[in-house]
């Protein structure tokens, strides 16, 4: 139950943070939510879903809202990828840095102790 | 250890990924934005996707406005401007401007000002270093301080203010795509980059010219074979102004006679910039050829398709104005349009505004040059491009009295352009004038302070009046002068001044019922002033002649008559290729394929293939027979004559000797040399496959203006040639189609191929492309208040100070 209410409150902060200030700060924003949720190993693969949903959820709506005109032509830009593809690439940034996040987060809690 | 390094490892790889994320990555020659700033949902590209609806405000806050202004978009999301003064209505124009075509304005005022390198890296460098040296930006700061002494300045002013205060409140999350993509920052505009892009115009309309090929044929040939094979005037021809015109005046030559002597041979000649078919048609029929006795005007100008479109529509409403039509981003006011009044529009005029001068230094120093035998100090201006991830290259332009030095290979060689030098221009009054004009005389006055690129403006008003004038600032010059390279050590070689006003080529209200254009001569060979330039004739034959045989003219037959897609040039050439050619040694097939081709009606239709074909012959004909002057680039057409000489060569002297092949030694008569361009024409055509039909052939595209080909539309099947009315040809055609009844209420229609938004992410980006395609026009909503655009309607925006 703590690990949901920590996902959902990275998955708030975090986005709140990238939407008002930068993207860059969102993944700030989400290292002081798990560091101060101290959940160990489980911040990687919390950093990972929260800004897998973040990145790629934010794209998919974007998305859907467009029917896919323009992702269908950034598509074209990297090679033909299809317009699921950009957005599977975009959770995929997103999630590597959320799970390095996490990864970070927990290490640094190890070195608190 | 492994403890400081389990700590640690995740630090550096964290920061490793995130510097990875906003570094821009080099591909090749190109480099890319940094993929996180690029791909990320919150102010990267995601960002610029567009909802059906565009805009999400629909109040803006703009202090500088004096009342409130109110914007209906509708459906196809054409603006419709309801201001209450036309300084808020500048104003309004210049934020709906940037709102929409930001992008565009932004690079159309690179392009001109030399600066796409700042953008695209070293890949434009030379063209950048080509505008510097030609000197467009002193122009075009010369033209800023111009415009300030003309009525119009503060219109201009305050559509500046309009631009920059949209990009002063533009968030990174809507800066266009392509600044993200190309990962540069928006700047301010400013007056000197509508003067820039003003100055792209002129480029593309009077920047054409031949003099040094031109020299160089004369050279080699001698004047009167020169003169024999590149006569100015085609007798089948029909000028814009009718022949039954008589001039009630005699031209000031200038006493002096200019120095005719050949100069030269080039090795890097003076390359176009664009090509020979940018034209257009207009025409207005006068309300005795209508069935409703309304005069109806119509006007298709063909440029180069781009995405996103050269013109932006829109309405303004003010309570001096009520007017409709196209403008240019960057560029306030309708360009070509109507009010409820008055209708305008124009056509490229192809009249020579610029000559080449020799340079004569006074010694090998080069410090000074000779005119008149006096020494004079050149102008020295250092322009530095600079260059995307290289290194700024600078180079010093010298200014001559004739203009900048843009060729110094052999000897120096200065450009003389009327829009670099002789402007007094106050073309920003025009189009102010013409949309508050309500007859002839507003008509007559407005265009008075238009001076280039020269233009046929073609005009018809509700009071029943039809009316062409040729306007421009025009040369004086003397018959050839300004043809060939001329000697730039005497002034005795100058422009004699200019064509006065009311002695430019103009009619009113002719005989025949109607005005038309269609970039041929403006005049027949009596027009008192001799003038020279690059005009096309197959157009305006086929659309006099029509013009000539319609009655009682409906809206709908002047659509048909913009989408013809009839060629005079094959109706001119076939017959003769036929009654030529040796038929002896056909094949069947062969046979079968000259039988199919003499009953075509002479249609570029797009589905036909009977004008790929006949182009593999003409083309295949015209490098036979002009196999002495053999040209390896598109400027083919000025070392070698024009095709209507050709025709007329083949017509009427089928034994001259410039149909015998240089490379053989027998001698080749004209149906030798026909019998072998169509055993070339059918072997390549056999190659190609027999299938494929004309619009397969052309495969017509609208590039990006970047050229991004995601961001283009390729493949358009369409018809029509650069000899058509119709004149699409691969990368050029009717960026606009207008035709405009003058009845009471104005009743227009119109279309062109693109979309209202400059966003590749919109709904609105291409969305007219197809109907344009399939020949569509839309009714123009040309309304007196916003409550009569109630159901048509997609999005209200207000203004409000």
Known sequence: MRKLTTIILLIAIGFAASHLLHWLVGFIAGFFVLWLGKHGKANWWMGLVAFVLIWGGYALVQNMANESILSLQIGELFGRVSPLGLILLTALLGGIGGILTGWTASAISRGDK | ??????????????????????????????????????????????????????????????????????????????????????????????????????????????????????????????????????????????????????????????????????????????????????????????????????MSMNLVLCARAWDMQASMARESMGDSLYHLLFPDWDPRQSPVIPIDIKWDFVADLGGQTYDTTSIGHFQEPYQNMHPAFVGSNNWAVSGARTKSGHPILCNDPHLNLTLPSIWYEMHVCTDEINAYGVSIPGIPHITIGFNEKIAWGMTNVGQDVLD??????????????????????????????????????????????????????????????????????????????????????????????????????????????????????????????????????????????????????????????????????????????PYHGDFQHYRSRTLNSALDSMHSIEVEDMMNLQKSTYNQMAADLLPLLISNMDSTPLSEDQRMLVSELSKWDYRYNGESPYPVFFEKWKESLYDLVWDEMRSEDQEGDYYRPRRWRTIELLEMDPQSPFFDLESTEEVESATDIVSMAFAD?????????????????????????????????????????????????????????????????????????????????????????????????????????????????????????
């Open chain 2, 1 to 198: 250890m492994k403890k400081i390094i389990s700590l640690i490892l995740p630090v550096l790889l964290s920061t490793g990924y995130f510097i990875f994320l906003l570094t821009p990555l080099q591909r090749g020659d190109n480099t890319l934005p940094p993929l996180g700033s690029f791909i990320n949902p919150f102010n990267g590209f995601w960002q610029n996707v567009e909802k059906k609806i565009p805009f999400e405000q629909s109040k803006i806050q703009i202090r500088d406005l004096n009342n409130p202004v109110e914007i209906i978009y509708d459906r196809r999301l054409v603006p419709h401007i309801f201001a209450q003064s036309d300084i808020d209505l500048a104003y309004a124009e210049g934020y709906l401007h940037a709102q929409n075509r930001l992008w565009q304005m932004d690079i159309s005022s690179r392009s001109a000002g030399g600066r796409l390198s700042e953008v695209f890296g070293d890949r434009t460098v030379e063209n950048d270093r080509r505008m510097r040296r030609m000197g467009i930006t002193k122009a075009a700061e010369n033209l800023v301080v111009l415009w300030k002494e003309c009525p119009s300045y503060p219109f201009l002013q305050a559509y500046v203010a309009g631009v920059n205060h949209y990009i002063n409140h533009l968030g990174k999350k809507s800066t266009p795509i392509e600044f993200k993509l190309f990962n540069y920052q928006v700047e301010p505009w400013s007056e000197l980059k509508t003067a820039l892009v003003t």
């Open chain 2, 356 to 529: 080449f001068y020799q340079i004569e230094w006074e010694n090998d120093t080069k410090d000074n040059y000779l005119i008149d035998g006096r020494p004079q100090s050149p102008e020295k201006r250092i322009e530095c491009v600079e260059v995307k991830g290289g290194t700024s290259i600078c180079d010093t332009i010298i200014y001559t009295y004739w203009g900048p030095i843009v060729n110094e290979e052999t000897s120096a060689i200065a450009m003389h352009w009327l829009p670099n030098e002789h402007m007094s221009d106050c073309a920003i009054n025009t189009f102010l004038n013409l949309s508050e004009g309500e007859n002839f005389s507003d008509y007559w006055d407005a265009l008075r302070s238009f001076e280039s690129p020269p233009q046929n403006f073609v005009f018809a008003s509700q009071e029943g009046d039809i009316a062409m004038k040729v306007q421009g600032k025009f040369p004086v010059r003397q018959k050839n002068q300004g043809k060939f390279i001329q000697s730039g050590a005497s002034t005795s070689n100058a422009w004699r001044g200019f064509i006065p006003y009311e002695q430019t080529p103009f009619v009113k209200n002719p005989l025949r019922g109607f005005v038309s254009s269609a970039n041929q001569h403006s005049t027949d060979p009596s027009y008192p002033y």
């Open chain 2, 681 to 801: 024409a059918y072997e390549s055509y056999r190659e190609m496959g027999a299938n494929l039909n004309w619009q397969q052939y052309k495969n017509v595209r609208i590039l990006h203006l970047s050229r991004i080909p995601a961001f283009s539309v390729d493949s358009i099947p369409v018809g029509g040639a650069g000899t058509t009315l119709n004149a699409i040809t691969t990368t050029h055609g009717p960026s606009w189609r207008m035709i405009v009844e003058l009845s009471n209420p104005v009743q227009a229609w119109g279309i062109y191929p693109g979309g209202q938004s400059g966003n590749p992410g919109s709904h609105y980006y291409s969305h007219m492309i197809p109907d344009w395609q399939e020949g569509k026009y839309y009714p123009l909503l040309f309304v007196k208040s916003p409550g009569d655009l109630k159901d048509q309607q997609l999005h209200e925006m207000k203004l409000i100070p």
